[in-house]
């Protein structure tokens, strides 16, 4: 029964990096297109997405493969419910006409 507890915290703990890293994503995509200066964004973002997610997973596993895999699937998990929670919001308030790179 512990060990089944443990899976299960390792799995939603996964969820919630998930949901933090394609959460922060998302958000970094809608700030960043409209931002003067998209690369610190985007750079900015990954490196900080990236260090809590690592640090997430180092805390978690903690050596055991087993709970590294369960994380894994639960970000996999985290990244489904995010995808799907922000599907209807993809074109509702990014502007007409975006700047883009010449």
Do not use: N, Y
């Not at 512990?2 to 959460?23: D, P, Q, S």
């Amino acid at each position: 029964m512990h060990e089944l507890m443990i899976g299960v915290l390792a799995t939603l703990a996964g969820v919630g990096l998930g949901a933090i890293f394609f959460g922060g994503l998302w958000w970094t995509v809608r700030k960043g297109v409209t931002s003067r200066q998209p690369a610190l964004w985007f750079m900015g973002s990954l490196l900080l997405r990236m260090g809590l997610v690592v640090a997430g997973f180092a805390l978690v596993g903690g050596g055991d493969w087993r709970r590294l895999l369960l994380c894994l699937l639960g970000l996999a998990i985290g990244r489904i419910v995010v995808t799907r929670l922000t599907r209807s919001h993809v074109r509702d308030d990014l502007p007409a006409e975006m700047p883009h790179a010449p």
